[in-house]
Structure formats: structure tokens, C-alpha cells
């Protein structure tokens, strides 16, 4: 017997968002949803999702929640970089905290910190051994726990359907 609930909770309604966009094949959607759902959890100001391209180590944006400070479309190469042999090649969960880590690993610090966003975490999203892009948040906040980057794990694996539609598109 199914019961009925009387209220859905914000994460259920996240999850059926998520679920929604998917079997509706609406890929930016779901990134839409996954970034809501998240901020729920991780409370960030920014969230932007990247597809990576290994042969030319650049990373395009797909999704942004601020598109007029970040757009769609924009590129990083990543190219020798520690950033991108971190996230990128070997990837792993990458965790900035505070103005001077931002300063070191990002070019485009200073329109970060004009946001006002003091740590961030890249997630890699990878497929059979191949990472495909990143899922990023941004806080206003200079510190992380343990649970938020769990929590920004968790949106990275959400992307993954997203991500691997998005390929077979290019």
C-alpha cells in the first residue's frame, strides 16, 4: 500500500525536479534542478557545470546560475595547470578555502571575489575512467565541511546523465 504524503519536503521535491527533467531528456533542466537541490544543502552562490574537453584541456561552460557573471559557453584551458591535473586528469574532488586559494588556483579571481565568494568545490565528473566536466560551487563563506563536499559529490554524480547527454550532442 502506498501512502500519500501530506507534505513533501524540499529534497523530495529537488529529487523529483531532477527526476522530471531527466525523463523529460531536458539536460539543462536537470542541471537547473541539481543546482537547486544542492543549494539546499551547501547554501553556495554560485554553481556552474563544465564540460572537458582532454584533448585541448579546456573547460566550456554548460550551466551557470549566475549567467550574466559566468555564461554559458565560456572556456578555461586548463593546460598545465595544477588545477587541471588535480580535477581534470586525475580526477579528484578539488577544495579551495579562503581569498588566498582562490587567488592561486583561479585567473579569473578577481571576479570571484568581487561576488564576494571565499571557497569553492570542483567536482569531476567522470564516466569509465574519462572525466567529462565539473560541477562547481561557490560560497560566500571561507571554509567547507566534510558534508558539504559530500553533498557537492552527490550533485556531481546527479550530473552525470546530464553530462553524458550533453556529449552526444556535440
Not at 86 to 109: K, M, P, S
Not at 127 to 139: E, K
Amino acid at each position: 500500500m502506498n501512502a500519500t504524503p501530506t507534505s513533501v519536503t524540499p529534497a523530495a521535491a529537488g529529487v523529483s525536479a531532477i527526476a522530471q527533467a531527466y525523463a523529460a531528456a531536458d539536460a539543462t533542466a536537470a542541471l537547473q534542478a541539481i543546482d537547486a537541490y544542492a543549494h539546499g544543502r551547501l547554501e553556495h552562490a554560485l554553481c556552474t557545470v563544465n564540460r572537458f574537453d582532454a584533448d585541448t584541456m579546456r573547460v566550456v561552460r554548460l550551466y551557470s546560475s549566475n549567467p550574466n557573471a559566468y555564461p554559458p559557453g565560456g572556456s578555461k584551458d586548463k593546460r598545465g595547470t595544477p588545477w587541471g591535473q588535480h580535477v581534470l586528469l586525475d580526477q579528484r574532488v578539488f577544495v579551495g578555502e579562503g581569498e588566498a586559494a582562490i587567488r592561486e588556483f583561479f585567473n579569473d579571481h578577481d571576479a570571484i571575489r568581487e561576488l564576494g565568494l571565499q571557497s569553492v568545490i570542483n567536482v569531476p565528473v567522470s564516466y569509465d575512467g574519462v572525466c567529462l566536466g565539473t560541477v562547481n560551487f561557490l560560497m560566500p563563506r571561507p571554509r567547507v565541511s566534510d558534508a558539504d563536499i559530500d553533498h557537492a559529490r552527490l550533485a556531481g554524480l546527479l550530473a552525470l546523465p546530464a553530462l553524458l547527454a550533453l556529449r552526444r550532442t556535440d
